[in-house]
């Protein structure tokens, strides 16, 4: 049996919140909304010849320049968004405390 990762309900968390604020410029081609869209979503395509895959990637935090990332992420989104209630340094804050206290 391969090995499967949890899933695990982040709603209401702090995760969640912030999500909102990175969601807009987060590209959606090869993205879906929620698991009930993505049932819709497959509902009409074949099962005879066609394989479904996911792909978990490894370590991919440890590949990416965290600071570099976090630096381009908080310069869009308060340049994109001046009503935001965040300061560049809360927001800056957030987006460390998301990838390295995660669940």
Not at 6 to 23: D, K
Not at 69 to 81: F, G, R, S
């Amino acid at each position: 049996m391969p090995p499967f990762r949890p899933i695990v309900l982040s709603i209401g968390t702090y995760n969640y919140e912030l999500c909102s604020l990175i969601q807009p410029y987060i590209p959606t081609n090869y993205c879906t909304q929620d698991s009930f869209t993505f049932v819709n979503e497959i509902q009409d395509i074949p099962l005879l010849g066609n394989v479904m895959v996911s792909f978990n990637v490894e370590r991919l935090f440890t590949n990416i320049p965290l600071n570099e990332c976090i630096e381009l992420v908080a310069h869009y989104i308060k340049e994109d968004n001046m009503d935001i209630k965040l300061s560049a340094t809360k927001l800056k804050t957030l987006l460390h405390f998301a990838p390295t206290q995660t669940h």
